[in-house]
């Protein structure tokens, strides 16, 4: 009788959206494997366990992903399931981007405390408190609804969602993917345009990383890649590389797939959202990296590093 093939060990946060993201992914292995075994294997990171601290101030390299990717050069784990806006653009040596998932919904969505029902961003009344973790959704709304006052929210969406329904914010800004992802996708009170937010690069999309030099495990995630979802993501990921930015920088990216030509556009903002540089650039579908990089030196060129010097000063690390 032949030895039993030891199981994929797949690695997740313990959050309930994690769970989901990665019972999805464990679930269509196994549909394409069936002879596999796939188990799920779950870790607090620290993004996870500092709830009462805004994002911006606790660092922006790996909060999210540090213990998996220990846990994949321990051997400990096969891959791990991540929001690909989450993951680092500069992995650790030992490990690779295996797959990137095709992409849901990558915009920004408005909530609102059910006394606002029916109104968007735009008739939400002077001094409205609208939670946000994010320095990126901040700075765009600032520069666009300078009546509206704002408020850090962290822990999970269902504490979160608790927390606008108490009172304590009048409307909070979300990602439509993780609301849609677990079944709060009636609560979308608005879909936020391009024109009002640029999303996070990776947004909407799922990264799975493992082991660079795995090759089973590499072969086994090419079930998973999703190419004009790959090419959008590597060069929204380049641009955000080439400018450094992570939590602490308000960065938004849009992204389409048109034929062979790939459209990119790209967004950084002063933290008060007073000023805002932003352009796009169109290039050939094979060289995504390089048309993120070329855009991040023309948004450089405009002003924007200037405006990441006066942030990384205040955060205590170099500018590019």
Known sequence: MASATPPVRIG??????????????REQLQQAY???TFAVETLHTQGDKILDVALAKIGDKGLFTKELEVGMLAGDIDLAVHSLKDLPTNLPEGLCLG???ERVNPADALVVNPRHQDRQLADL??????GTSSLRRLAQLRHHYPHLAFKDVRGNLNTRLQK??????DALILAVAGLERLG???RIGQVLPVEISLHAVGQGALGIECRQEDAHI???LQTLVHQPTSLCCLAERALLRTLEGGCQVPIGVNSRLEGDQLYLQGLVASLDGQRLVKDQATGPATDPEG??????????????????????????????
């Open 184 to 186: 709060f996708g009636d």
């Open 164 to 169: 606008l329904d108490a009172g304590e914010y």
């Open 12 to 25: 997740s946060r313990k959050s309930q959206l994690a769970l989901v993201q990665t019972t999805w992914v």
């Open 291 to 320: 048309l993120g990089v070329e855009l991040a030196h023309r948004l450089l060129e405009q002003g924007a590093a200037q405006i990441l010097k006066e942030i990384f000063t205040q955060v205590g690390r170099h500018e590019p």
């Open 218 to 220: 590499l072969e086994l």
């Open 99 to 101: 797959a990137v998932t």
């Open 125 to 130: 009344p002077a001094g409205s408190v609208v």
């Open 34 to 36: 069936p002879d596999q």
